[in-house]
């Protein structure tokens, strides 16, 4: 069965896609950017297969927040067009003609850019469909073969965290696509990765158990108090244990101040891919770590076929993880409340997206959490929200484009975005920030 058989996509949106299938055929350099997140890992992956599969000769290449002084550095050279995934909406003023972007974000500027997006024809690209879904439908759109891309597209929309809340249109035909015609098992388990159910505990920080999350000493008390070996995969264990674990961490969450809706996420419907050997939430974890440490290429060359790079990517991220547990500590000791926001700092910008995620999501719900970053004369900046803030009137993706003002770029989703703004102005920037959202709480 193939993917459009399936998907209920409205015209216009699958007008774009054809154009932007039209654009690729009539280049043959192309220089392809995306974004360093996931999202933007998992959408460089199935552009750089379904381009190389084409014949075309690419040259690919990541960043973070796209300024205008990127798009000249990336626009120059030997090459008939370029590709923007997973940024580009915002900047389509400052883009060549000769460019397609393949986009979700909800700033969209005017240009002779090709942009495909989701929010030019009603929908949400923060919920209904991510850069990686984007890309996912325009590479099956070029040829049907690129329909093999799925474990990544899945990755993507699961590292956006597209997925809370239930799936939206786009994203959700995807998955159900997925799970009824390519040979994946889904699974409802603890959202934890590890080889054993020891290490599961201790490296998770998404889901976050606060009181656990790299305690070694705390998680062996628990199984011991549960009767649980501790060296046994969650795979392996009895579904009797795994309930008693599920239920007495979900207890402690919520008698530890977690939303009950976070609570209740930590157990998911994991997709299971058997050509890999593991899931898709694995690995859309494996991609956010390749790319916060600066390994972008190395995911894209796994979804290249080349598989014995599974083994470092499973080293990058428990290196990761292990210092992201380390990090959080120290963020938590670094905490300044400004009016309706929290702010904190951390040592590198490896790190400021996921720790602004885990204080969102599982200390200060209630509030705007802001991490920041300083690295030589730029602070990068994360911000975060719960979505009952969006329903008052909170827009990130808005406030973090006040770095404009400031001499900086930023951008993104109501409830996820960033910045990175030079040092000297970051002060100005977040008294800007704090007055915006003062007035909008």
């Known amino acids: 069965m193939s993917l459009f058989s399936t998907l209920s996509i409205p015209e216009p949106f699958l007008n774009s896609l054809d154009d932007a299938v039209e654009f690729v055929k009539r280049h043959k350099r192309i220089r392809v950017v995306a974004h360093h997140d996931a999202d933007g890992i998992a959408s460089a992956t199935i552009l750089t297969r379904a381009l190389i599969r084409e014949g075309k000769k690419i040259h690919l290449s990541f960043t973070g927040n796209l300024t205008e002084e990127d798009v000249e550095r990336f626009s120059s050279g030997r090459y008939d ?10 900047l389509l003023n400052a883009l060549p003609e000769e460019t397609l972007v393949l986009d979700h974000h909800g700033r969209i500027a005017e240009g002779e850019a ?16 991510c850069a990686s879904a984007v890309c996912f439908l325009f590479a099956s759109r070029l040829n049907g073969i690129n329909e093999d891309s799925y474990p990544f597209a899945l990755a993507g929309i699961l590292g956006d965290k597209q997925d809370l809340g239930g799936y939206g249109p786009i994203n959700g035909a995807i998955v159900r696509w997925v799970s009824e015609t390519r040979d994946v098992k889904v699974v409802t388990e603890l959202d934890v990765d590890g080889e054993s159910i020891f290490e599961a505990l201790h490296l998770s920080t998404d889901p976050y158990f ?25 795979s392996e264990l009895e579904m ?22 976070v609570v209740k996420g930590i157990v998911k419907d994991r997709i299971h891919i058997a050509d890999m050997g593991i899931t898709a939430n694995h690995l859309s974890r494996l991609l956010d770590a390749a790319g916060r440490t600066g390994h972008h290429s190395l995911p894209v060359s796994f979804g290249l076929g080349n598989s014995w790079h599974l083994e470092s990517l499973e080293s990058i991220w428990k290196t990761y993880q292990n210092e992201l547990l380390h990090i959080l500590a120290v963020a938590e000791r670094s905490k300044v409340d400004r009016g309706p926001l929290s702010l904190f700092t951390v040592p590198s910008r490896r790190f400021t997206s996921n720790v602004a995620t885990i204080l969102s999501l599982y200390y200060i719900p209630e509030r705007v959490v802001i991490v920041y970053a300083r690295e030589d004369d730029v602070c990068h900046v994360s911000a975060r929200c719960r979505p009952f803030m969006c329903e008052r009137g909170i827009d990130l993706g808005e406030l973090m484009a006040l770095a404009e003002e400031f001499g900086g770029a930023g951008g993104g989703h109501r ?18 920030v704090e007055e915006r959202l003062g007035s909008t709480v």
């Open 81 to 90: 067009a370029m590709i923007l995934a997973d940024i580009g909406s915002s």
């Open 114 to 129: 090709l942009l495909v997006n989701p929010h030019l024809h009603g929908m949400d690209g923060g919920r209904d469909a």
């Open 210 to 234: 606060p009181g656990y999350s790299g305690d070694s000493n705390a998680i062996n008390e628990l199984l011991d108090k549960l009767g649980i070996e501790g060296d046994k995969a969650q």
């Open 240 to 261: 009797e244990d795994m309930r008693r674990l599920i239920s007495y961490l979900a207890v402690d969450m919520v008698e530890r101040g977690v939303p009950p809706d």
């Open 415 to 432: 409830m996820a975005a960033g910045a990175r703004v030079p040092a000297g102005r970051f002060d100005d920037f977040m008294h800007a």
